[in-house]
């Protein structure tokens, strides 16, 4: 964890307090406190983070999961939730936002380092297999998409995570069909992660 920036989003002062002093502990570096979910949302440009720690239920206003899916769409970096529920309910929407890690309070120290250090890593991974430099004309948007398709997200699934009408999914996934000459998402998957065109 030495040197890994992390983005605490906790509403309870001694909670965040105390996950920021284990993680100095163990060398990370925390690089923001937001007590509500709207700070986070509206500070998510000015924070330099390597990972994300949510709280779910944060009180009034947004919740850990609108935080959540605000960092995917700004494909900030990797989060996981920390959460005193437990229910299904809960897991299931928590779910759906595909996060890194998942912790029910109260959590032990060891097991929050273990879940952010395995988060970091199954996100470098993924990263690593997706090689856009192979192809310099698609957007930050359009490798955006890509990815969520690499996910094999539906279409619907895209258009919620940012924010955008389906019709606009079809027209981006269309133009990158067109850069990257492929004709299904089968051959668009293939040329992501051998990096050249299909």
Do not use: W
Not at 78 to 107: C, H, M, N, R, W
Not at 155 to 172: G, L, M, P, Q, W
């Amino acid at each position: 964890m030495k040197g890994v920036k992390v983005m605490i989003v906790e509403d309870e002062i001694v909670i965040a307090q105390d996950i920021a002093m284990l993680l100095k502990k163990h060398g990370a570096i925390v690089s923001s406190i937001c007590y509500t979910g709207h700070k986070a949302v509206n500070s998510l440009e000015a924070i330099d983070a390597d990972i994300a720690i949510l709280d779910i239920n944060l009180g009034t206003g947004l919740s850990g999961i609108q935080v959540a899916q605000a960092i995917k769409s700004a494909d900030k970096c990797p989060y996981i939730f920390l959460t005193s529920f437990s229910d299904s309910a809960t897991l299931q929407e928590a779910q759906e936002t595909s996060p890194y890690g998942y912790l029910v309070k109260p959590f032990q120290e060891a097991t929050l380092i273990a879940t952010l250090s395995l988060a970091l890593s199954n996100f470098s991974k993924q990263k690593e297999t997706i090689h856009f430099a192979a192809f310099p004309t698609l957007t930050e948007q359009e490798k955006q998409l890509c990815m969520q398709l690499y996910q094999g997200k539906s279409y619907k699934e895209i258009a919620a995570d940012c924010y955008i009408s389906i019709n606009t999914v079809r027209y981006h996934v269309k133009n990158i069909y067109v850069k990257l000459e492929v004709n299904s998402r089968a051959e668009l998957t293939a040329a992501l992660i051998d990096g050249s065109k299909v």
